[in-house]
């Protein structure tokens, strides 16, 4: 930490034109009334017996004064006060999402010079107000202590850039016969591509080769042997009263999730009024999270989706010859008629990215009139434009020593590529390796010169995510490091010199300005829409050809399936603790890397438990040892590894982020032209070791049979929108109730047909309540600290009836029978402190540190509480933490709350708690806070929506909705009177201030008896 | 004076008024024993341990215990019922037996009230070092501050709590110390050197044996009898209402109060066995503490045993009976969950375990008075484990369900509150009389 005070410099650079709540006079700050006596006429002067009455004024006012003012260390005035800055008052900016190539709309909240907080940008159409886990973590990676703090000639800091540019340029100028090479991701940037086109110019022997971590590939052929484009098409899933999903993670993982997930959600909440919602199915042969929303589930191996689909694509009318196929049950026939009933708002994806696979999954939905509807093609998504061919030459090149120079712009082929060793072998044949990467990361470190880059939330940049849409990225801190735009380096190096403070700001006004849009107004909403048209797509793949290759695949009695894992997504921005800290959604372990087994392949094939080590051989390589997670819902014959662990940097360091897991992307393959993530043959498994405890926040196995929960088919919901919650308990209060019937009542609503489980909230928490990050082993001993959890229940569809207690399950097991271990249905249900009014942990604690407010709120007063963890105990929920020790300063990590950077990332408005305290959620009450001193400023009301919470705000499913009870016509005074709202262990008569709303699966009672037996 | 003949001498070996200054005041007046010397060194050791242990849990903070996020007592709130529990034996022989007029007590009571005292001081590490910050351990009393108008909360069981257990352990201090005076005045007279002619002279408070200083020791003694008998019941009530008054299903029980007195009056006689059998032999007090005395207390725990076993089984009905799933399955799972051999070493050595005291021989043989007595004490530490740890661990949300176990810090704590126990309790042997001299002397048979 050598620049700290850089972080002050130049606020005053940043422009403030925006969505923000500004201005003096917020906190009542009017002073002290000294003008007014001392303009009196007759002046100080002017009296000997006002003396007196003067000093004592003055006296008393200077105290005053002094009491004023909290005693804050190293606080610096400004000499100058930037227009619009008021400290202790958090400033808006609509900027852009840098971890999503493609670009996803966000608002940061910045205070004095720092942003803070993520959330989505909510007037954004691609965004919905959410935002997804790793995006909200994504802020710490601003205050990465591993960033660069100045670029790299050969090992060498280097603070002056115009080294690094005559570096740069005596390698490119030098490359004489041989090529040059651009690297990048997927160029969703008007202004990078621009700068590319600018510096092909000026070297003409340049090459730009796409690289993207996770191919699409399959997709992108498919569309361009069908419609002749080679793009993502654009998904509506907001449109899709059928969804059938092979494979394809889309609220997760899949192509664009977060605004996938919003679109789903929009058709998942029956009403009263409008008892309808949308059927998902979900074919998959790992539990991925979207399949645990699914209405109906079906296990099956992911080799065996294409030979599925074509037997799909026989029954809704099409015709080809393939072998026949169908689900237990006879599913097949049945997906086919709900398809056939739902034409053109119905949406077959696949998660496969073989092209001949996609092809029938084009084929299907052409059948099906889905183009024009939930599928456009005329408008496609930048995902990905990865060509695994353009690259592979790339690779040889570079191998071969035809390459002078390779530009890596974003890009780590070494870690994310199927053989990345050889191509880090390869890369040292190459002249000059120049990496623009802000932090040192596999590929870098065989770069002989970094530029690093300018974290996103420091630059200006146009992203277009969807043809025709644009998002701004403006700074929203003044630099951290001497770093430089990439778009900057790239002209620099193609000779311009570009003028003016932030030309690259420049760039990006000359674009939108060129586009028609205004300047301000785009930057201020942080995103543009232009109509695109769109012309109608002409189906014309050969289907029988694509039937055919399917129908010669093989599929073997054990496959290997590659998938990523929500929050680390691809593991490009996995070095982030929050990444990790959250749980993911099914499995609840946090951290750790595993291989997911079935039960019966684990019982039956592999003799394996959970914990075991095992060494995966497969075809294409080799883990030596990872440990064994039985997964329910997981089908037979299929194992899977995560993606995005096992990264190899800052190894001298020992916190939980280095050496984490293993690298499974050199177990992909490439066949047809497309990486596959696929293995589905000459995969075995060996047991090399056993007794591993995971770091899992969930252990009990079975819910108890337990009316915690409530879930109920569409049917019965038509029938009695009471369903599940027409026996309230009868109960008696030997007390008065509290009185709320003055100002506020607080309270929260959850969805539980809106909530996929994805855990956004729970980083969006963590960050807004300065949540300490606690690390792998005080996970293991289960003292995670999160505020809000997300449990996750399997149930059990076995004859009609849902198995949920241990008895019934064993039962089962005992009889060989493994049906109920695959074909689970699960259930995500957020758990924050509930602010019960007769709250359990009030009336225990000896000290009065947690309190009940007259609004409803259940508080914790962190300076009052001394540790005897009596609340804790004494809650039915268990949703209170306990500071075990010194989570801030944690010599163990120097990230977050532990080095000078990560500490930027705290809320101000929040305390950092100190060791043996107690802590909670507190309904995000420095919001309410906030919120009411605003309404009260403007002299008005509160009005239902000015109150947010953090978890709220981040959901991309608006699934937790908050607000004044009180408040007769607020969504949420009408969600407490919902048929589907109930509360949670109502019957101990805590009275909780959260509702839950029953969760709704459109399905069908009898089918549920017909699908326990395959 | 009234002599019953049919009564069996309650001080055997036809000691005199002389034999019993002399016997009691030996180990006083003498240096200590070799096994004096080995057993206080041992003592001293674990009382490191607690010293170091304490030290590490407030230096690094309570995570270096066993302690979750759903089990927040573990050890340390089972050791605080332990000892409480332990300290009930001694008031009950010193204030209830005093006022039933039961003579046996006379030889044992010193020292079960010196027990108490000490297992008072074990208690209260607990409550206090299990706070996170214990460095406020003073908050929870009421007293003025300056922190604005902050003050307790009167619905707290543990305010309860801080109120009983403070009350306990003056007034047993009280009681004990005043019990002392006549004894402490006999050491000053049968002091040869200054410094002990001094300190005892000075905690002898200028006893004379007057008939006025008798007259007020006679009662006084009767009012703190009458004090200290609501507090057998109330203290140990008040600990089990800390469980009682709670949501968690095992806990809130409204047989507790009962079923906790009973409990630690049979775990406080255990512990007064354990004491005894050993202090009559290293002290050769034989003759004072005879085993009709240790036969007397054998009944005690046996009825006592009976009574918390009763209490298990009504509590295993009562949920049962009650419907309520919750009550159900926390009592299920602490019979056959994962938690189950602690629910059945409770079973095993606190209800059936005492079932041999049914037989003569077994209440009247020193050494397997001993081994029962350790067996009692077990149980008894299990029980209060199986009521903490089993309804935490498994209580409404099975989604936050955990196991729990100590690690080395918690078991060191333990352990080295057995030091400060036996440590104190060495000390007291040495340089106070263990046998109520005075008050045995009236009950003398032989007279010169």
């Known amino acids: ?1014 | 004076m009234f002599e019953a003949n049919i009564r069996k001498p309650l001080v055997t070996g036809g000691k005199t008024l002389t034999d019993v200054s002399n016997d009691i005041c030996r180990p006083i007046e003498n240096k200590p024993t070799k096994l004096w010397w080995l057993g206080f060194s041992i003592s001293f050791l674990l009382l490191m341990v607690f010293v170091g242990t304490i030290g590490w849990t407030t230096w690094e903070g309570i995570g270096t215990w066993g302690v979750n996020k759903s089990v927040m007592w573990g050890w340390d709130i089972t050791n605080f019922v332990f000892w409480v529990g332990i300290g009930h034996a001694g008031t009950l022989i010193s204030a209830i037996l005093l006022l039933f007029r039961q003579k046996w007590r006379m030889s044992i009571n010193r020292s079960a009230e010196a027990m108490t005292i000490f297992a008072v001081i074990c208690a209260a590490m607990f409550p206090l070092f299990h706070m996170g910050r214990v460095w406020l351990g003073y908050w929870p009393l009421p007293l003025p501050n300056a922190f604005g108008s902050l003050w307790v909360n009167f619905n707290s069981p543990l305010l309860w709590d801080v109120f009983a257990i403070s009350t306990y352990f003056s007034v047993s201090l009280l009681f004990w110390y005043l019990g002392l005076i006549p004894d402490i005045a006999t050491v000053r007279d049968r002091a040869t050197s200054k410094a002990r002619k001094f300190w005892y002279g000075f905690f002898a408070m200028g006893w004379n044996g007057s008939a006025r200083n008798w007259h007020r020791y006679e009662v006084v003694a009767l009012i703190l009898a009458g004090v200290s008998t609501p507090l057998v019941l109330s203290v140990h009530t008040i600990v089990s209402m800390d469980f009682a008054t709670s949501v968690i299903p095992g806990w809130h029980t409204t047989i507790f109060p009962p079923y906790f007195v009973a409990g630690a009056i049979f775990s406080g006689f255990g512990m007064v066995l354990t004491l005894l059998v050993i202090a009559r032999s290293v002290l050769n007090l034989q003759d004072y503490i005879t085993v009709e005395h240790l036969e007397a207390m054998t009944k005690v725990v046996m009825l006592t045993g009976s009574m918390v076993g009763l209490a298990y089984l009504t509590e295993f009905f009562i949920a049962f009976y009650s419907g309520v799933e919750y009550e159900q399955y926390a009592f299920r799972n602490r019979a056959f969950g994962p938690y189950w051999w602690a629910y059945w070493t409770m079973m095993s050595c606190n209800l059936l375990a005492p079932q041999v005291f049914w037989f003569k021989w077994a209440r009247t043989t020193p050494w397997f008075i001993f081994i029962m007595s350790i067996i009692v004490n077990i149980g008894m530490w299990f029980e209060r484990f199986v009521i903490i740890v089993t309804s935490l661990h498994r209580d409404y949300l099975p989604s936050s369900w955990v196991m729990y176990s100590a690690t080395w810090v918690e078991v060191g704590i333990f352990l080295g509150t057995m030091g400060l126990f036996f440590t104190a309790f060495f000390l007291f042997s040495k340089f106070l009389p263990v046998v109520n001299m005075a008050e045995i002397k009236s009950i003398l048979k032989s007279r010169e």
């Open chain 1, 1 to 1014: 930490m050598t620049n700290s005070n850089q972080y002050w410099k130049g606020l005053e650079e940043i422009e403030t034109s925006l969505s923000s709540t500004t201005n003096q006079g917020e906190f009542g700050d009017e002073g002290l009334p000294l003008d007014e006596v001392f303009s009196d006429s007759e002046g100080l002067s002017s009296n000997r017996r006002d003396f007196l009455k003067y000093f004592g004024f003055s006296v008393s006012a200077v105290a005053l004064a002094a009491c004023n003012k909290a005693p804050v260390k190293y606080a610096v005035p400004y000499v100058e006060k930037p227009e619009n800055v008021t400290p202790g008052v958090p400033l808006y900016y609509a900027t852009n999402c840098g971890i999503y190539n493609e670009g996803y709309p966000i608002v940061a909240k910045v205070r004095e010079g720092r942003p803070i907080k993520l959330d989505g940008n909510d007037r954004s159409p691609l965004a919905n107000g959410g935002l997804s886990a790793a995006g909200q973590a994504s802020i710490l990676s601003l205050y990465d202590v591993h960033r660069l703090p100045n670029p790299v000639i050969n090992g060498e800091e280097q603070e002056d850039w115009a080294e690094v540019d005559k570096a740069v340029k005596a390698a490119l100028n030098g490359a004489g016969s041989k090529g040059i090479r651009i690297v990048t991701r997927t160029v969703s940037s008007p202004l990078l591509q621009n700068a590319i086109n600018r510096f092909k110019e000026a070297y003409p022997n340049t090459e730009h080769v796409v690289y993207d971590p996770i191919s699409y590939s399959g997709i992108l052929q498919a569309n361009e042997q069908s419609f002749g484009k080679k793009v993502i098409p654009n998904y509506h899933f907001d449109k899709a009263e059928v969804v059938v999903s092979f494979g394809a993670d889309f609220l997760g993982t899949w192509v664009s999730p977060t605004r996938f997930a919003a679109d789903y959600a929009q058709l998942r909440r029956p009403t009263e009024e409008d008892p309808t919602m949308s059927r998902h199915y979900q074919i998959e042969g790992l539990m991925s999270m979207t399949g645990s929303n699914a209405d109906y589930r079906y296990p099956m191996n992911d080799s065996k989706h294409g030979l599925l689909l074509a037997n799909l694509y026989n029954k809704i009318g099409g015709s080809v010859s393939v072998p026949s196929m169908d689900l237990p049950a006879n599913a097949l026939e049945k997906i086919a008629a709900d398809l056939k009933s739902a034409k053109g708002k119905s949406l077959v994806v696949s998660s496969s990215n073989d092209v001949n696979v996609q092809v029938m999954v084009n084929a299907i939905n052409d059948i099906l009139g889905n183009y024009g509807s939930t599928i456009n093609v005329g408008s496609n998504l930048n995902i990905s434009a990865y060509d695994e061919a353009s690259f592979n030459s790339f690779a040889s090149d570079a191998g071969k020593g035809n390459i002078a120079a390779a530009i890596m712009i974003g890009v780590n082929p070494v870690y994310h590529h199927s053989k990345g060793g050889a191509l880090a072998e390869a890369l040292k044949s190459v002249g000059t390796v120049i990496s623009t990467s802000m932090t040192m990361d596999e590929t870098t470190e065989g770069a002989a010169i970094v530029a690093p880059d300018d974290h996103w939330l420091e630059s200006w940049d146009v992203k277009e995510p969807v043809s025709g849409h644009y998002i701004f990225s403006q700074p929203v801190i003044s630099k951290v490091f001497n770093t430089r735009s990439v778009i900057h380096s790239l002209y620099a190096w193609a000779g311009d010199d570009l003028a003016g403070d932030q030309p690259v700001m420049d760039l990006a006004k000359a674009y939108v300005t060129g586009m028609g849009a205004s300047w301000k107004q785009s930057i201020h909403d942080g995103f543009y829409s232009k109509p695109v048209a769109t012309e109608p797509a002409a189906f014309a793949a050969n289907v029988s050809a694509a039937a055919s290759s399917i129908a010669s695949g093989s599929s073997s009695d054990v496959e290997l399936v590659l998938y990523q894992k929500v929050g680390v997504l691809d593991g490009t921005w996995s070095l982030n603790p929050w990444c990790h800290e959250l749980p993911d959604p099914v499995t609840k372990v946090a951290y750790d890397n595993y291989v997911t087994v079935a039960k019966r392949d684990a019982d039956e094939v592999f003799k394996l438990e959970n914990g075991d080590f095992v060494k995966v051989t497969t075809p294409n390589g080799t883990i030596d040892r990872l440990p064994v997670l039985i997964q329910p819902g997981q089908a037979r014959g299929t194992i899977g590894i995560a993606l995005g662990f096992g990264r190899k940097v800052n190894e001298q360091e020992s916190n939980d982020l280095v050496d984490l897991g293993k690298n499974a992307y050199p177990l992909t393959s490439e066949s047809n032209g497309s990486t596959s993530y696929v293995v589905s043959s000459g995969v075995s498994l060996e047991k090399v070791g056993s007794g591993y405890t995971f770091a899992q926040t969930q252990t009990h196995w079975s819910i108890e049979g337990r009316d915690t929960i409530r879930e109920a088919t569409l049917g019965e919901y038509e029938n009695n929108p009471k369903v599940r919650n027409e026996h309230a308990p009868h109960i008696v209060s030997l007390w008065n109730e509290h009185d709320y019937s003055k100002g506020h009542h607080w309270g929260m609503a959850i969805d539980l047909n809106a909530c996929n489980g994805c855990g956004s909230c729970v980083v969006s928490c963590s960050i807004e309540n300065n949540v300490p990050i606690v690390g792998r082993d005080e996970i293991r001993r289960r003292r995670e600290m999160h505020w809000i959890r997300i449990d996750r229940y399997y149930s059990f569809n076995s004859g009609g009836e849902a198995l949920t207690k241990e008895k019934a399950i064993d039962a089962k097991v005992d009889g060989g029978e493994y049906d109920h271990y695959e074909n689970v249905s699960t259930m995500h249900v957020p758990v924050m402190c509930q602010h019960c009014d007769n709250a359990p942990c009030e009336t225990v604690c000896p000290v009065l540190a947690t309190t009940h407010s007259t609004e409803g709120l259940n508080q914790m007063t962190y300076n009052r509480c001394i540790g005897t963890k009596y609340c804790g105990n004494n809650c039915p929920y268990k949703v209170r933490r306990f500071n075990w020790f010194r989570y801030n300063l944690n010599s163990k990590y120097n990230y977050h709350f532990n080095s000078e950077l990560g500490r930027m990332v705290l809320n101000p408005d929040v305390t950092v708690r100190s060791r043996g305290v107690m802590e909670k959620c507190s309904f995000c009450v420095q919001n309410i806070q906030m919120a009411k001193l605003k309404a009260k400023r403007e002299n008005r009301k509160l009005s239902d929506g000015d109150v947010t919470t953090a978890c709220q705000r981040s959901c991309p499913t608006d699934a937790i909705v908050f607000g004044d009870r009180n408040d007769q016509n607020s969504r949420i005074a009408k969600l407490f009177n919902n048929n589907r709202s109930y509360k949670m262990l109502e019957e101990t008569d805590v009275k909780p201030s959260v509702v839950y709303m029953t969760k709704i699966r459109n399905k069908e009672m009898e089918q549920e008896t017909t699908t326990s037996h395959s």
